[in-house]
């Protein structure tokens, strides 16, 4: 992923498409950004039977222009330490830990696996888009 970001020239980084599609730089900073907010869940879940978790939407919860002010090199760091942290956590789960449930008001199902699917696929989601901004002709928006 972060050699994908690196590839996206520099003067490109955070040019948006349209004002209101996310630029590589806030698509890569995104994948960093979330990485706390599933540590936590995941402990809610493990610590507590059936909790209820609460739904978080960039566009709903933080300004508009929000990960543009980030530092890209400080989130990739980040996202590399933290990304390692969180596959040894996942790796040291039982069969059973992976099956524990909470309530989510979007989903009629969400356990620790859904979770970290569901976290896998935004990845991917981000990683297109950020491949898009890179490959958009020098002269397009």
């Given at each position: 992923m972060i050699d994908l970001v690196n590839d996206v020239p520099s003067d490109r980084l955070k040019r948006r498409p349209i004002p209101?599609?996310?630029?590589?730089?806030?698509?890569?900073c995104r994948l960093a950004a979330v990485q706390p907010l599933f540590m936590s869940r995941l402990d809610l879940m493990l610590r507590e039977p059936g909790p209820v978790i609460?739904?978080?939407?960039?566009?709903?919860?933080?300004?508009?222009?929000?990960?543009?002010?980030?530092?890209?090199?400080?989130?990739m760091r980040r996202y590399r330490c933290e990304r390692a942290?969180?596959?040894?956590?996942?790796?040291?789960?039982?069969?059973?830990?992976?099956?524990?449930?909470?309530?989510?008001?979007?989903?009629?199902?969400?356990?620790?696996?859904?979770?970290?699917?569901h976290l896998a696929l935004h990845d991917l989601y981000h990683a297109y888009r950020i491949e898009e901004r890179l490959l958009e002709r020098s002269g397009d928006p």
């Open positions: 209101s599609k996310w630029s590589a730089h806030e698509h890569a609460r739904p978080y939407n960039p566009v709903d919860d933080d300004a508009e222009d929000a990960l543009l002010a980030v530092d890209l090199a400080e989130a942290e969180m596959v040894a956590r996942l790796g040291a789960l039982t069969p059973a830990q992976w099956e524990c449930s909470a309530s989510h008001p979007e989903y009629n199902a969400y356990s620790i696996f859904i979770m970290f699917r």
